[in-house]
């Protein structure tokens, strides 16, 4: 019966909102070069057979995935499991159970990619998936099974280490499947942002850096040329770059061009230290000189929080006072936000803080597969920061934007006015 009303309540859920307001704008979409396509693959490890006892203590996982008392009957008694999100380590079964019956918003599985049995111990390496509705598979997240056999014969699970987000995914994005994408979920715009700042990552250089940039830059502009009504394209570069005030110079000049996207993790970005706050500063200037609005990834590791907020807030905003800035996935890494982060420019916000008033936020990823709580405080700040400023967003994908605003849609606790409001947001630099 529990089974049962979660379906109708699941069903219902749905049903109300495919009846909303669709967004009228994706203000975080990105398209995919064949170059750079090759840099975003992560190659796919093949799925392995597993024993049949491993293979039918997987299944019960799956079907059970949502269930406290029936994930019991798998767990070991003094289990362990990986909290992602704060992350810590939550021991104990019961303790165990409580958190996997919540953490996670959709049905998935665990395709195994490898296994190891040594007597009464074992392990099994694999994926977090989900079959999505075009038949493609979501790799959303990497995990490790640590397993123990009972006296009783069958297996449980001693330990589960989750990590997010799963490998990721190279193939082309073309302009024409952005627009078709956005046509099937009734968005009327799309912001591209460029990921050009892919060859200039620190930790894998390569020859020709700017050059690539630059093609990469020329080729998002020249796809968004092509639907001059529906798309307008965000230049990306490594700030920290001695030719990063050339690109923008030279960007301001493209077709379609309306912004800047800097990836602060990517491009090894501490603003903890002077000389990239320094380059920060100028890069926001002159974008700030030249009209162009910013879209930053703010999300730079697992030291991020409240300082690089503050520093953001009161060193580096300040030089750009007159364009929209956006910061992507509400201040966190998507999915997920860091709250830490973000409260600090909620209580600017509240405070009327003149430095905020061109500031913006995107959703992209957010909620996903995020537990209730986090869900929770997402919709608090949300309000606090004010709806106006909220801009939806997708990222890359998958899931597709039509499914990706229905996860919003139906996880986060908002009001039908207030999705509404979210729904019908447009940022400046569309207008």
Known sequence: MKRFLLMVSLAAALSTAASAQFPKADHHAH??????AKLAADPLLPAVELPEDLARLLREREKSWNDKAALAALFTEDSIVLDTHEPRWIRGRDEVTEYLAGVFAKPHKVTPVGYSVKGSSAHIAGYFTRPLEDGTTRYFGHVLLSL??????????AAETPTFPGPRIGTPILAEQLIANLDDAGIQRAAVLSTAYWYENPASPMEDEYAKVRTENDWIAQQAARFPDRLVAFCGFNPLKDYAVQEIDRCAKLPQVKGLKMQLGNSRVDVRKPEHVGKLRRV?????????????HLWNGPEYGREDAEIFLNQILPAAPDIPVQIAHFAGGGPGYTDEALEVFANAITAKDPRTKNLYFDIATVADDQPKEVLQKFAERIRQVGLHRILYG?????PPA???WLTFRTTVPLTDEEFKTIAGNVAPYFR
Do not use: C, H
């Open 148 to 157: 123990e056999k009972g006296a009783d014969g069958p297996w449980r699970i």
């Open 284 to 296: 926001f200037a002159k974008a700030n000189e030249r009209g162009l609005a910013i879209a930053a």
């Open 31 to 36: 398209l995919r070069s064949p170059e750079s």
């Open 394 to 398: 997708t990222d890359t994908g998958p």
């Open 402 to 404: 039509r499914q990706s």
